[in-house]
């Protein structure tokens, strides 16, 4: 072998080792970790949107029924607007056996009926409030978080990984 190859395949096995090293190391940071606590910050929120009939027609279909969607008609001035109620964020994503903490602030809606599916059968969210729950994400799955009085759209979703 000559001394170029004997560099060339020390340089080639230093490669193969940092990347060995690497993916052990992404181990230890993913599956092999342990639980984790989980703090999120969400909120009960109401986007708003408005517009006149000179620029823009109101709309010829309807929303779908329930508390989570308003459309309003066209007022004396021609303005009409459209609101919808959510939670933000949409989606929280854990790992199994995590303690996941939400503290959920009221800000629109002077009321909520929540649930979150499996874990937590019932909680309320005022306006100017903090509602704080705290559970063990114990078993993996997609979850729904849901607001009884403004459906569809107040919905998101808790997703429990399963721990590799
Ligand atoms: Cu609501």
Redesign the pocket.
Known sequence: MSPKSIRYLASFLVLVGVGVLAMACGDDEGGGRGPLTRTFYME?IEPKGSASVENEPFPDTALPDG??YALKEPNAEGKWEVET?T?NPKQIVVTEGDTVNLEILGVN?S????SIEEYVPGFV?ERGKLTRLSFVADEPGVFKIS????LPS?TAELVVLPRG
């Open positions: 009960a508390g989570g109620y939670w809606g009321k909520h009926d929540g969210v607001c009884a009085t403004h107040m």
